[in-house]
């Protein structure tokens, strides 16, 4: 008797236990919830071409508008005010605004580093040959700039007195002037890197600094460059469709991976970059899917190099285990 009292109730329990998942998934469903995810101009928009192509909806009661920036600076003033809800972001810039600001969780790492040292200079042939070189690049106080500097320490120059950075341009300024022999160094990503390298007579990619690093830190692949990051609206609110929003990226990195050609015409329709260039540029992008709850060991890394280098680049200090969203 007791036993058939002791099954009964657990028949009960677990009726109990279904209700609530089914009310609570209905209840997500129900309750729409307006997002508006953040894509820029450049390379780290490619990651989201077929996003943007299908206009991707989510489900579970979430509409989701595409918004296309100019450069990640552009959209921190939108995160803090709500106005942004799922941002395509240098990794330092994701970390710093969870540990200072409005609390945005890493879903995802999107890309990995694609900077390049192109010199129309046939004497640098190593780091240290860059002193006295002026250097152009872009990103003052995002990932670049730390980067290089960092790289510049480790083989013994003094960034601020050895060589002098430059960031009077944007990439594409910046491409066009080494195409045009106006300046002979930069530290560029791709697709511009290609491109100057297929359009200028004299100008090549001397100098890699994933393999730098790689050869300072140690590990086996390119460090992580660029952060998928959520607000606290969209994964304390509907969890379920911040889930499906990281499936669809990563799916959409595979899709432009597997299909150049395609995804460069919608980056172009979308007013992200030129689909020549693009085209050509993707398999050498950087972009690749990692999921936040499997990236931290090489995220911690990096941001490791950074706190190091600067603790304001980061926050002060490394985020903690909230930053990951999935774990």
Do not use: C
Not at 205 to 212: H, N, R
């Amino acid at each position: 008797m007791k036993n058939r009292l002791y099954i009964f109730f657990l028949i009960i329990l677990l009726i109990l236990s279904i209700e609530i998942v089914v009310a609570e998934g209905s209840r997500e469903q129900r309750d729409e919830l307006n997002i508006t995810v953040a894509v820029f101009k450049g390379p780290s928009g490619i990651a989201a071409a077929k996003l943007l192509g299908d206009n991707f909806q989510p489900g579970f009661g979430v509409n989701i508008e595409y918004i296309i920036l100019s450069s990640p600076l552009e959209a921190v003033a939108k995160m803090t005010s709500g106005e942004v809800d799922a941002v395509f972001l240098p990794l330092n810039m994701a970390a710093k605004l969870y540990t200072k600001g409005p609390k945005f969780k890493l879903a995802a790492v999107s890309g990995l580093g694609s900077l390049y040292m192109v010199s129309s200079d046939p004497s640098i042939n190593t780091w240290n040959d860059l002193k006295g070189k002026t250097i152009y690049l872009t990103g003052k106080g995002a990932t670049p700039d730390y980067l290089l500097r960092y790289l510049l320490i480790k083989n013994g120059l003094d960034p601020e007195k050895d060589v002098t950075l430059n960031f009077s341009a944007q990439a594409p300024q910046i491409a066009q002037l080494m195409i045009a022999e106006r300046a002979d160094t930069s530290f560029i990503p791709q697709p511009f890197a290609l491109q100057i390298e297929m359009k200028s007579e004299t100008a090549k990619t001397i100098l890699d600094p994933q393999k730098e690093l790689l050869r300072i830190r140690g590990g086996e692949q390119a460090f992580p460059f660029t952060a998928f990051a959520i607000s606290p609206k969209l994964y304390e609110n509907k969890p379920n469709a911040a889930n499906a929003l990281s499936e669809a990226l990563e799916k959409s990195i595979n899709w432009s991976l597997e299909n150049p050609k395609k995804a460069a015409v919608i980056i172009e329709k979308f007013g992200i970059m030129n689909a020549t260039i693009t085209e050509e540029a993707i398999p050498v992008s950087g972009i690749k899917y990692i999921h936040a709850s499997t990236a931290q060991e090489s995220v911690e890394d990096f941001l490791n190099m950074m706190l190091e280098l600067d603790p304001v680049s980061v926050g002060g200090a490394l985020p903690d285990e909230g930053f990951y969203f999935g774990k």
